[in-house]
């Protein structure tokens, strides 16, 4: 069996490519799904947790993960879309009325 | 001392806690008279799904031609097809849930019952989560009464124009919205596991997304939810990370677990507390994770607004109470601060500092206030950071200290309540009639309607902290609460050196300092109120709307009573935060 | 100490006065223009008159029954305050009370003050109340003098420091308003300023001087107190004459004395009743008053202590003394003369007062008392001719307004309420007279008389005070060198006095009239006269009171007892011009010799002449106004030299002191005022709007930071957990 | 014309009640006598409640009204407000009688009269805790005297329907300032008196207001809550202890009489109420706050900007009782409980007092608006509190007292001169109007008794004060004297100055002032009269007979030193 350390490395790994993809793509698609990459690394955590611990519960958790991020697509999706329904762009950076 | 001292009150006794626990499994009996409040959400919230969808469709039994009626769909009925029954049935729910709560809080004789599944606590219902849920409800309430005229449902009859049409169809998604925030809520004051309290978190945030974008049919409102959104899901994914690193710590996110093996954790443990409080301090609007925060708040229409700066920065306060106070604090018998406490203590001056400087120059009043809602995190902040300073192993009864603050950063969420949802929501009156994005908006107010007018400057004053409204008696106790935890036991001694008091003790003067310098742009509201012309277009009276005038005059008679007589409510408050069990 | 009797009642003295004043004030408003009002009761003058009287006739009865022993009433509480020694813990209380006093130097000045008030009054009914500019607004001016009146007999009967104070700047204001009482005329505004902020400078001294005065006599400023012998020498010396000192600068500045002296021409802007009484009878004597009542200290205080406040006192005296007559040499202007000759003489008094106090100081009592009289009765002799000096010039002046009247609006009866005061006629100015002798012969004796007094012709008023003053002075000198000064000053200032004050006789009423108007004028007004034929024979019966010791009697009234009239005449002759000691017998007749020579003899040169042809002056100035014409004729005494020369000039600026004095107001203290104005709103102000802009621009900044990209949103919340992750690391 | 008739004789209805009300008044007024057995609350609601509830109570009706209605009802509403005040007044007037004739009263340090206490909020040991002493009563009397006062000046005031209540609003909350015993109820009216400040500039200020209201406001908030964080620590640096008044919560009381008890009997021989560092800091962040209030130079501009755009009752109130709150706070809390600090800072006070006096009045000489002239002098009239408190006498501290209480009565009529001069000319520029004397008899003559009351004329109320001042400062002190005395001929300076460029020279020329755009120059109305003679009246009353006020001052000063200074209890 893996060692749960390489997978909770892998999680880490994950995690900062989408935090960084967060903040450095435009796109809103994009940036959703940097987001679920984060999203995945926790469930890898979770998962990789719990079999280092050998609780069951860490198992339960990452399904409940899985499910606010599908909750979270869903939602995300339908906000971009009214987004492009407006300002007609899905580019984070063209969409800045509000400010200061 | 100070144990003798409360033992004497009628409603501390000691252990209370422990004997009137009571524990229950989950569906079972006991669970739903204990969960009665919530329930009566559920059915609320399924309610406004079925009511309005009621209709004379009929179901055919395969195969025959016998039509069963099935009532959902098809020609809607005229009685429950009208668009005003959503609010009114939300209304109405969040009243009775509300009224429940208070009732049986507000004598103070309440046992915690605790829901469990197997060995895992879930939910623990206690003075501390009533209260919280009180103000959740409390704020979705104030904000649903209001969005009954600010989102107005119109009746069929008659020709109506596009936007009267959106606002009749989307009465029940905005509604099923609000109850479902206040669910998600409740659920994230209820949790005793931090995965159950993040579980709460997003279902409270996702319907705020929504709510955030709810007008999707104007620019701004599509920007505001997208921006609140893609910052949101940073954050509680960061958060979510961060849980993730604790259960690889600890092997559990039950509370009771983590507080008690905390001493015992490694640096790991120090880096989920710092993701996770990022995570909470999205919520909270802590600087730097404040930045969508205005903008949210500038697209949303007011009443949902002044349900992100109250009931959800409430909701994320719960989160770092939990995180900060419950699990990451150091064992009574160790003698050292908390970890987080200089983190903390950054945060809360920095938060305080850049939210007042914000909002000094804005023009625009939602973002002032979004703005003033980032300062008010600072203060309250800056008092948990006072609970994580204290020594713990060096005085007899430290719990006080703790409960005394916590208590005060409670009365201040509870009056935010009162006074900033009240500010909003005479923002709210005002967008009736158009945008309340620029401060000429105002103008004029104070003579166009007096006594609305009069309304926001004591709001704005409660704001600004001055006595004797309650945003004064908050600031206060908050303040109070730092000073007094910073001398500590000093006063016995008799002779004292400014030096032998905590350094904590300057972030109670950087408060005050930074409520001097929020004056101005309170006061600036009031200067446009009361001395300006109204602008083009506003010179007619105001809106009428009975019930959002309702929910101001709610407002304005709370925020003027606690402050002038807070006693009951800070008893609650402590009661509340003694349910904590610091000690 | 206290005595119950008629010294109860004398507070009223000042308190009828008082109280007239709202009484006048408000009857004045109700029934201003009223034919009764006007006619009858004199828009005021009757009321004033009767209160004055009332003063007056109580003064007298007090004065009779406090001749020749001290006299304290009952001493009422004013106030109550308390002092804590910081050591002991001790909280006294501290009385400030308030009573009368009563000695021989109260009596004086009462008598002076109540005497005068009352004449002036008199005068003044005739003089205000002609005169049309004043219509309407006399009840002002009766209201505002009786105020004045109230103060300085109040002042004199005061039993403490506080108390003489008090009184003392109550004169002050009604001098403001007095000589501001033609408030419409930029000139008058400016004296009255002039006069309370210069008086103002000096009563500062005189406050830090009872301050420390209270502080060293235990918190006490009653007299009763403050001049016990045993109190005296418990105090501090060094720190006495601090106070002391103090408390002269004050005087300086009430008596306009060098170099606080630039207000009184200035204030020769009031109408002439006011100048009389101000500037000769009451307020000017209020310094020499104060520091009169010092000799207790200097003779009971260690010998030698207070000897240099002594000569500085006299030094001052000295100086202004010549000053004033230099100054008053150039004057055209006929009151001016009368008020820089007021200034000189007073500096006489301070002279013999400096003399007296260093007698005092020096353990020479009988030198001390000697001197101490001298002073005093040149005050009495002083105020009264000098009273009757300005009257009669009032006089002069209002007769010379009614005939520029006649001749300018011959024929215009109708318009008799046209201003006359627009055009360039000077009626103050002595270029306009002359001749006047014949025409207006009580004015011109009570002149005649008066300016002899002052000069200290023989045997007549100021003749007995001056010699003794000038004496003393000099004795001092043989003990001391530093008194030479002041010493040659007054023999020097005594011919210059006699220069100028012939000076003014001559050239107003000897001469041909040098103009049109000056033809026309003939004494005509009622009540004016009245108080000039009192006053002269006051000024002639100085020997009387000469006679009766009041010399001695003045230097210490407990031993001074008239005895025997002729015996007191020939001792006080003798004393002049007998005098045992030749070095003051040589003195006094070369004093004799420049005053009564010298000085007339320059005057009658340049200014004498003979009256018009049938014009004829009453047989006592006849001779005179012949001898100067003869002088006259005679001398080739040619001054044009003189009087273009650069000292002339510089006389005809007054020395330079008021432009000096303006520019160091204006440029200096003003400017430094508008500094500090603009500092104040530019720094002090600038630095709170300094924060607010700053804090604006710090608004702007913080905020600049939303931009508006979500993705910078979500990258400052990345740099936060940096910074959180940071923080707990640092910590952990 | 018809609908005017019948409003009239609502008017007239109105003005009956009004006059019944002032004969009720009246009545109450004469001699009566205060109960003293403690069955009867006088203060809280006669003089602190009522007018505040009346206050807001007309405030909301007035705001109902409509615009053309609205000067209609002023007439009765300030009638109203007036017979309100009285209410006050004759309470205060009774108490004062009753202390003059009866002497009833023990009105020394820390012995109170009519005291009252309940409780308030239990669980920070707050309590309405109300009382007056020697301290407090004569500014509570001036506060009764000054505002019916000010509304009788300022009856012509447009707007009158709010101007007058906000007017009585101030009346009450000031006398709560002065008769709050308990730091929290302290603060709470602290900073209660701000809000009808901020409106009467506000609405009814000159040019700037907009600018002054909120400088005013954030500036001394600025200040104070400085102050609060102070009290606050002290608040909590004071012994726990459970019972009636302590705080439930934090164990504490914000009582203040308790404070001072206890801080007292600490401060006994070598021991120190709390330390002698503490004490210092906690002495320097009270008196922050009120130095502002006072206010001190350097943080005193915001008072000339307040009081140049200021209404004229503003303007009065402002300077007559408000800047007494700040010699009052520091007179009631830190000197009594701190004072070894203020031994500590002996020297700075004097140094500040002594700043504020001369720069206060060498910057009046280089003022061209009278009433900012006017404003810069009461900054020099505070500095001689200052004085007074540097001077650790008792004498010293009975000046101050009295110099709160005369320049009570003194600035309040410089400013309705300087209002009424707004008023009437349009203008308040020294030198753009000259010869007023001739224009305005009886305003010349009030403005030149105000001037010569503020220089420290004797006899007038303002001379007492400063001369006892001088007698305590020169042993302490000595030659630093001369400055005071500097100033006292500046003060002169100043004031003579702009009298001889306003109300004298020139106005026999005929030329009515250029701001009047040739209209016929008016002299002063009757209301304005009425107040100026009342106020000139009392500022001679109290200029001949000081002690009638300087004999409480005096009972408390010696009290509070007996009871805070003398360490060993003599």
């Known amino acids: 069996m893996i060692d749960p350390a390489w997978v909770s490395g892998l999680a880490a790994i994950l995690f900062i490519i989408g935090l960084w993809g967060a903040f450095s793509r435009k796109n809103a698609i994009v940036v959703l799904m940097c987001i679920e990459l984060m999203l995945n690394a926790v469930n890898l955590q979770f998962v990789a947790a719990a079999s280092h611990w050998g609780d069951v519960t860490g198992w339960v958790y990452a399904v409940f993960a899985i499910a606010i991020a599908a909750a979270e697509v869903a939602i995300g999706l339908a906000i971009f879309l009214s987004m492009y329904g407006q300002h007609e762009t899905i580019s984070l950076d063209e969409v800045n009325l509000l400010k200061n | 001392m100070i144990g003798q001292l409360h033992s004497s009150r009628v409603y501390s006794t000691e252990g209370v806690s422990e004997m009137d626990n009571e524990s229950v499994e989950v569906f079972s009996?006991?669970?739903?008279?204990?969960?009665?409040?919530?329930?009566?959400?559920?059915?609320g919230l399924a309610l406004v799904f079925i009511v309005p969808n009621l209709g004379n469709s009929k179901f055919r039994i395969p195969l025959t031609k016998v039509q069963v009626p099935w009532f959902l769909g098809g020609r809607r009925f005229k009685i429950t097809g009208s668009p005003a029954i959503p609010g009114i049935l939300a209304t109405a729910t969040l009243f009775t849930a509300l009224g429940m709560m208070i009732i049986e809080t507000i004598d103070g004789d309440m046992a915690s019952t605790t829901v469990t599944s197997g060995d895992i606590v879930l939910l623990q219902i206690d003075n501390f989560s009533r209260f919280f849920e009180i103000i959740f409800l409390a704020a979705v309430l104030l904000a649903s009464m209001a969005s009954l005229d600010r989102i107005p449902a119109h009746t069929f009859s008659g020709k109506k124009s596009l936007d009267e049409m959106y606002d009749n169809r989307r009465q029940a998604d905005f509604y099923i919205l609000m109850l479902t925030t206040a669910l998600g809520m409740s659920t994230v004051a209820l949790a005793q596991d931090l995965f159950v309290l993040f579980i709460g978190l997003e279902l409270a945030s996702l319907a705020t997304y929504v709510l955030v974008g709810f007008h999707k049919e104007s620019k701004s409102g599509a920007e505001a939810g997208v921006k609140y959104f893609i910052v949101g899901s940073v954050a509680s994914g960061i958060g979510l990370y961060g849980l993730s690193l604790l259960y690889l710590e600890f092997g559990s996110l039950q509370l009771t677990t983590l507080a008690a093996n905390w001493d015992d954790g490694s640096i790991l443990g120090t880096i989920a507390l710092g993701l996770v409080l990022v995570g909470f301090g999205f919520k909270v609007s802590a600087a730097p994770f404040h930045f969508a925060a205005p903008d949210a708040y500038a697209g949303a229409n007011s009443p949902v607004a002044g349900v992100l700066a109250t009931a959800s920065k409430a909701m994320g306060m719960i989160g770092l109470i939990r995180v900060l106070l419950v699990v990451a604090l150091p064992d009574s018998q160790t003698d050292g601060s908390a970890v987080w406490l200089y983190t903390l203590a950054t945060l809360s001056v920095v938060t305080m500092t850049w939210g007042n400087l914000a909002a000094l120059g804005s023009t625009n009043p939602k973002r002032m206030l979004a703005y003033s809602s980032v300062a008010h995190a600072g203060y309250m902040m800056a008092a948990l950071t006072a609970v994580g300073a204290w020594k713990w192993g060096e005085v007899d009864a430290p719990a006080d200290y703790a409960e005394a603050i916590v208590a005060a950063v409670l009365f201040h969420l509870c009056v935010l309540v009162a006074f900033k949802l009240g500010a909003f929501l005479v923002l709210g009156l005002l967008e009736m009639e158009g945008g309340a994005s620029r401060l000429s908006a105002l103008s004029g107010l104070a003579r166009r309607d007096p006594l609305i007018g009069t309304a926001m400057f004591i709001f704005m004053l409660a704001l600004a902290g001055v006595p004797p409204l309650a945003g004064f008696m908050s600031k206060f106790l908050v303040v109070a609460g730092i000073v007094s935890a910073s001398v500590g036991e000093l006063s016995t001694n008799g002779s004292v050196s400014f030096s032998d008091i905590h350094w904590i003790w300057w972030l109670a003067l950087a408060m005050f300092l930074n409520s001097a310098i929020s004056v101005f742009y309170y006061l600036r509201i009031g200067v446009v109120m009361f001395l300006d012309t109204p602008e083009e277009g506003r010179r007619k009276p105001l809106p009428h709307g009975a019930s959002i005038r309702m929910a101001i005059w709610i407002c304005l008679v709370a925020t003027i009573i606690l402050g002038l007589s807070g006693d009951t409510l800070i008893d609650m408050c402590y009661r509340a935060a003694e349910s904590l069990n610091l000690a | 100490m206290s005595e119950s009797g008629i010294i109860d009642y004398a507070v009223l003295i000042p308190l009828l006065p008082m109280l007239a004043f709202p009484v006048i004030l408000f009857l004045g408003k109700v029934f201003n223009g009223t034919p009764t009002w006007v006619k009858n009761v004199k828009e005021g003058g009757i009321i004033a008159l009767t209160v004055m009287g009332a003063s007056l006739a109580l003064a007298l009865v007090v004065i009779k029954e406090h001749m020749h022993h001290v006299g304290t009433s009952n001493v009422y509480t004013w106030f109550?305050?308390?002092?804590?020694?910081?050591?002991?813990?001790?909280?006294?209380?501290?009385?400030?009370?308030?009573?009368?006093?009563i000695d021989h130097l109260t009596v004086m000045l009462l008598f002076v003050a109540a005497f005068l008030c009352f004449l002036i009054n008199i005068f003044s009914i005739g003089y205000m109340n002609t005169d049309p500019i004043n219509d309407n607004r006399n009840?002002?001016?009766?209201?505002?003098?009786?105020?004045?009146?109230?103060?300085?007999?109040?002042?004199?009967?005061?039993?403490?420091?506080?108390?003489?104070?008090?009184?003392?700047?109550?004169?002050?204001?009604?001098?403001?308003?007095?000589?501001?009482?033609?408030?419409?005329?930029?000139?008058?505004?400016?004296?009255?300023?002039?006069?309370?902020?210069?008086?103002?400078?000096?009563?500062?001294?005189?406050?830090i001087g009872l301050v420390m005065l209270w502080n060293l006599f235990d918190g006490h400023l009653d007299y009763a107190y403050v001049f016990n012998e045993a109190n005296i020498a418990a105090v501090n010396q060094g720190d006495l004459q601090i106070a002391l000192g103090m408390m002269f600068i004050g005087a300086v500045g009430k008596s306009a004395q060098f170099p606080l002296h630039v207000w009184l021409p200035d204030a020769m802007e009031g109408p002439t009743p006011v100048s009389a009484l101000i500037h000769a009878a009451t307020m000017v004597n209020a310094g020499l008053y104060l520091v009169a009542r010092m000799f207790p200290?200097?003779?009971?205080?260690?010998?030698?202590?207070?000897?240099?406040?002594?000569?500085?006192?006299?030094?001052?005296?000295?100086i202004t003394a010549v000053m004033a007559a230099l100054i008053a040499f150039v004057q055209m202007d006929l009151k001016k003369v009368l008020a820089y000759s007021t200034m000189s003489q007073l500096a006489y008094i301070f002279t013999g007062l400096g003399s007296a106090l260093w007698f005092a100081n020096n353990g020479y009592d009988e030198l001390a008392a000697f001197a101490m009289g001298a002073s005093l009765f040149h005050l009495f002799n002083h105020a009264m001719a000098k009273g009757m000096l300005f009257m009669a010039s009032g006089s002069v002046i209002h007769e010379m307004h009614h005939a520029h009247h006649e001749v300018a609006h011959h024929g215009h009866d109708d318009d008799h309420h046209d201003d006359h005061h627009d055009d360039d006629f000077d009626a103050q100015s002595m270029a306009n007279m002359g001749g006047l002798a014949s025409r207006m012969p009580i004015t011109a004796t009570a002149m005649f008389f008066g300016s002899m007094s002052i000069i200290g012709i023989p045997f007549i008023g100021g003749f007995w005070s001056k010699e003794g003053i000038i004496s003393s002075a000099w004795q001092v000198a043989l003990k001391e060198p530093i008194f030479l000064l002041p010493a040659m000053f007054v023999l020097i200032g005594a011919g210059m006095t006699g220069f100028y004050m012939s000076r003014m006789w001559f050239m107003t009423f000897a001469g041909k009239p040098k103009t049109e108007v000056a033809e026309k004028v003939h004494e005509q007004t009622a009540w004016i006269p009245i108080p000039l034929v009192i006053l002269t024979f006051m000024t002639l019966g100085a020997f009387v009171l000469a006679g009766m010791h009041a010399g001695n009697w003045l230097g210490n009234f407990e031993t001074g007892h008239y005895s025997n009239f002729f015996e007191g005449v020939g001792s006080e002759l003798e004393h002049v011009f007998l005098n045992h000691d030749p070095f003051l017998l040589i003195l006094t007749y070369i004093a004799i010799g420049l005053s009564l020579v010298l000085g007339p003899s320059f005057a009658m040169a340049?200014?004498?002449?003979?009256?018009?042809?049938?014009?004829?002056?009453?047989?006592?100035?006849?001779?005179?106004?012949?001898?100067?014409?003869?002088?006259?004729?005679?001398?080739?005494?040619?001054?044009?030299?003189?009087?273009?020369?650069?000292?002339?000039?510089?006389?005809?600026?007054?020395?330079?002191?008021?432009?000096?004095?303006?520019?160091?107001?204006?440029?200096?203290?003003?400017?430094?005022?508008?500094?500090?104005?603009?500092?104040?709103?530019?720094?002090?102000?600038?630095?709170?709007?300094?924060?607010e802009s700053t804090s604006q621009e710090a608004s702007r900044r913080v905020r600049s930071l939303t931009t508006g990209s979500a993705r910078d949103y979500i990258m400052m919340a990345a740099l936060g957990t940096l910074v959180i992750f940071m923080l707990l690391w640092g910590v952990a | 014309?018809?609908?005017?008739?019948?409003?009239?004789?609502?008017?007239?209805?109105?003005?009956?009640?009004?006059?019944?009300?002032?004969?009720?008044?009246?009545?109450?007024?004469?001699?009566?006598t205060l109960d003293d057995s403690g069955t009867t609350d006088w203060i809280s609601i006669p003089l602190v409640g009522f007018p505040i509830v009346v206050s807001c109570i007309l405030l909301a009706f007035a705001s109902q009204e409509s615009r053309d209605r609205k000067e209609i009802i002023a007439v009765p509403i300030r009638l109203f407000t007036l017979c309100a005040y009285l209410v006050p007044r004759a309470i205060s007037t009774a108490l004062f009688f009753d202390w003059l004739i009866l002497v009833d009263w023990d009105l020394m340090y820390n012995e109170y009269a009519l005291e009252k206490e309940y409780l308030w909020i239990e669980s920070i040991g707050a309590s309405w805790h109300v009382g007056m002493d020697g301290l407090s009563f004569p500014m509570v009397w001036l506060t009764t005297f000054l505002v019916p006062v000010t509304i009788i000046m300022t009856w012509e005031e447009k707007d009158g329907a709010t101007y007058h209540p906000l007017l009585l609003m101030m009346g009450g909350a000031l006398i709560g300032v002065f008769v709050a015993l308990d730091l929290f109820l302290f603060y709470v009216f602290w900073e209660l008196t701000l809000i009808p400040m901020f409106f009467l500039i506000l609405k009814w200020g000159g040019k700037d207001r907009r600018y002054a209201a909120q400088k005013f406001f954030i500036y001394t908030f600025c200040a104070s809550v400085i102050m609060l964080l102070g009290l606050i620590t002290l608040y909590f640096l004071q012994p726990e202890s459970t019972g009636s008044g302590y705080g439930t919560v934090t164990g504490r009381t914000c009582d203040m009489t308790v404070l001072f008890s206890n801080a007292n009997a600490k401060n006994m021989g070598d021991s120190v109420f709390l330390g002698k560092d503490m004490q210092n800091i906690l002495f320097a962040m009270l008196m922050l706050g009120f130095l502002v209030k006072l206010p001190a130079v350097p943080f005193h501009t915001w008072l000339p900007d307040a009081h140049v755009q200021a209404p004229t009752g503003g303007s009065m109130l402002l300077a007559g009782v408000m800047l007494k709150m700040g010699a009052y706070g520091m007179l009631r809390i830190p000197i009594a409980i701190l004072p070894d600090a203020l031994v500590f800072y002996q020297d700075i006070i004097m140094a500040i007092g002594l700043i504020s006096l001369v720069w206060g009045a060498v910057v009046c000489l280089g003022q061209t608006n009278l009433k900012r002239m006017v404003a810069y002098s009461s900054v020099s009239h505070m500095g001689v509190i200052l004085l007074g408190i540097a001077s650790m006498q008792p004498i010293g501290y009975a000046a101050a007292?009295?110099?709160?209480?005369?320049?009570?009565?003194?600035?309040?009529?410089?400013?309705a001169v300087c209002g009424a001069f707004k008023h009437h000319y349009h203008s308040m520029e020294i030198g753009s109007m000259r010869g007023m004397a001739k224009w305005s008899p009886f305003l010349a003559v009030y403005m030149m008794f105000a001037w010569m009351a503020s220089l420290?004329?004797?006899?007038?109320?303002?001379?007492?004060?400063?001369?006892?001042?001088?007698?305590?400062?020169?042993?302490?002190?000595?030659?630093?004297?001369?400055?005071?005395?500097?100033?006292?001929?500046?003060?002169?300076?100043?004031?003579?100055?702009?009298?001889?460029?306003?109300?004298?020279?020139?106005?026999?020329?005929?030329?009515?002032?250029?701001?009047?755009?040739?209209e016929t120059p008016p002299d002063i109305t009757l209301p304005e009269n009425i107040g100026m003679i009342i106020l000139a009246i009392f500022t001679v009353i109290f200029g001949i007979f000081p002690f009638i006020a300087l004999g409480m001052m005096d009972d408390w000063t010696v009290a509070l030193f007996e009871g805070v200074f003398n360490r060993g209890g003599i």
């Open chain 3, 80 to 101: 109550e305050s308390s002092w804590w020694n910081a050591d002991t813990g001790a909280i006294t209380t501290k009385v400030f009370g308030v009573g009368v006093y």
């Open chain 2, 29 to 43: 009996t006991e669970f739903w008279q204990a969960f009665a409040p919530e329930m009566v959400l559920v059915i």
């Open chain 4, 401 to 415: 007292l009295f110099m709160m209480f005369a320049h009570g009565i003194i600035s309040p009529m410089l400013f």
């Open chain 4, 456 to 518: 420290g004329l004797p006899l007038l109320a303002g001379f007492v004060a400063e001369f006892m001042v001088l007698i305590a400062y020169w042993p302490e002190y000595g030659w630093w004297i001369l400055l005071p005395g500097f100033v006292l001929a500046i003060t002169a300076g100043y004031y003579l100055w702009s009298m001889q460029r306003t109300i004298f020279e020139g106005g026999d020329e005929g030329h009515p002032p250029e701001s009047l755009n040739g």
């Open chain 4, 1 to 32: 014309m018809g609908s005017n008739q019948s409003l009239d004789i609502k008017n007239k209805e109105f003005m009956l009640v009004g006059g019944l009300l002032v004969v009720v008044a009246g009545l109450m007024a004469f001699f009566p």
């Open chain 3, 139 to 207: 009840h002002r001016f009766y209201a505002e003098f009786v105020l004045f009146c109230s103060g300085m007999l109040g002042m004199v009967l005061a039993d403490s420091f506080l108390w003489l104070f008090i009184f003392w700047e109550l004169m002050g204001l009604c001098s403001y308003l007095l000589i501001g009482f033609y408030y419409e005329r930029p000139s008058a505004a400016y004296a009255a300023k002039k006069a309370f902020l210069t008086t103002r400078v000096g009563d500062v001294f005189l406050v």
């Open chain 3, 297 to 318: 200290f200097f003779s009971f205080a260690e010998v030698g202590s207070l000897s240099t406040l002594a000569i500085i006192i006299a030094c001052i005296g000295g």
């Open chain 3, 606 to 691: 340049l200014y004498g002449g003979s009256l018009d042809e049938g014009q004829k002056a009453k047989p006592w100035m006849q001779w005179a106004i012949n001898l100067s014409s003869k002088v006259n004729s005679n001398s080739k005494f040619d001054n044009t030299e003189w009087a273009n020369s650069s000292l002339a000039d510089s006389l005809h600026k007054r020395l330079h002191f008021d432009d000096i004095y303006d520019a160091a107001m204006m440029k200096i203290v003003v400017g430094f005022a508008n500094l500090s104005a603009v500092f104040d709103s530019r720094f002090i102000d600038g630095i709170i709007k300094t924060i």
